[in-house]
């Protein structure tokens, strides 16, 4: 095999077979080049892998740019020392061995995870300018489908996440993107599908009509929720459904509260961004329109950070569903063991530990998304195209992922969260509290 100095070159022999005419007579016993059956071996074109060489394979990293973040109102509560982690996690895998022996160049880029256009630009800096082989994500393109399309469709390049958006975005892209989570369409079914298992839509303890307070950014899972309701016979519903822009998002609570108030809604589900449901309560609390509430991962509601902002009054008690070990730690239990496994790599570079599952959200989703990639890069043939290493994705099965309770990866299955569990919101600790064991989706 040969390389060049920026793109891993594979040469693929073939076999060319040229008959050529005798030029002597039938009975003449000297062969010559000219009147013997030549076989030639040569080779076809190179095929070039972006980002990979003989020794090295460049990766994007993307993290959150907090300032952007903070001033649109999202509050994760987050580590200030992301590029650290970084380069702890890059550092640790180098001297694991890499990725099948090459080294990984790391390419930081800080994302603004409420500006699409500041998205596109990453984008195209990432694929285009740095040419890298994939990008490792948190959750900083979680918002926006046209983003994870920009990497994922435009370029085809691997966009390894802790959020990709609905399974029309996973399907469109198949197989570049990938994560150990789930994609919305299974949150919304898990939501609907949980709720009634835990009595929400029960007359006996209050419902009388639901209200579904929402947003245009993954429409495709909204199908999924209402479908999921219709099979419950829940077809008389007031649904507020705001565009999938952070200004109309926020803007939305006042109209949303006024339009459930009108309707006689009892109950609601929560499907959209933390900004907007943090207004919605507040414009509850000051109409005075008291309802009962139920979320999920969808749009990470259940994150202590940011579940944190809304109206304790209202939000207390309230329940979720989740895929993610969030809920755990409040009761006193440990660390799942890869959680461990990324906090020692912090510790062991002079970080802070992981001590908090919604604080540290963004580092152990960079953690499981890199030790997703190699894994598969390791189970991929060789060369180790961008095509081959999504085929390897697909053998992996199980994978332990961090903070994602389970993930399981097989043929045409890129998405993990495949386990969930039941919590609840109590405003003594400002946490969530796990209140059943995981189950199978």
Known sequence: MLFSRRTRTFLVPFIAVALLGACGDDDDDTATGSDADEVTETTAAPV?????????????????NYGGVQAGGVNLGPR?????????LVDAANADGGVNGHQIEAVKVPVNIVDSADQRTKCLQLTEDEEVYAVIDSYTFSIYPASRACIAIEHETPLISGAIGGQEDVDAAFPYLVSVAPPHNQRAIALVETAESEG???PANGFEKLGIFTDRCAEDALEDLNASLEELGITDVSEFRADCALAAQQGAGEPAVLQFQQDGVSHVLLATIGPAVGPFLTAAAAQGFDAEYFVSDFWSLTNDATAAAFNPDLFDRT?????LHE??????????????????????AGLPEVNSYSRDSEALYLCDSLRLFIAAAEAADDPMTREAWAEGLQTLGEFPASW?????????KVTGGDSIAVIEWQRECTCWKQVSDFRPM
Do not use: N, W, Y
């Open 80 to 88: 200030d020392d992301i590029t650290d982690v970084i380069d702890a």
């Open 327 to 348: 809920g755990e730690m409040s009761l006193g239990m440990p660390l799942s063991e890869p959680a461990q496994a990324c906090s020692d790599i912090m510790t062991e």
């Open 319 to 323: 329940r979720g569903v989740t895929s």
């Open 200 to 202: 929400f839509f029960d």
């Open 404 to 412: 994602v309770a389970s993930a399981t990866f097989e043929e045409g």
């Open 48 to 64: 070039e892998v972006p980002g990979l060489t003989e020794d090295t394979i460049k990766l994007g990293f993307t993290h959150v």
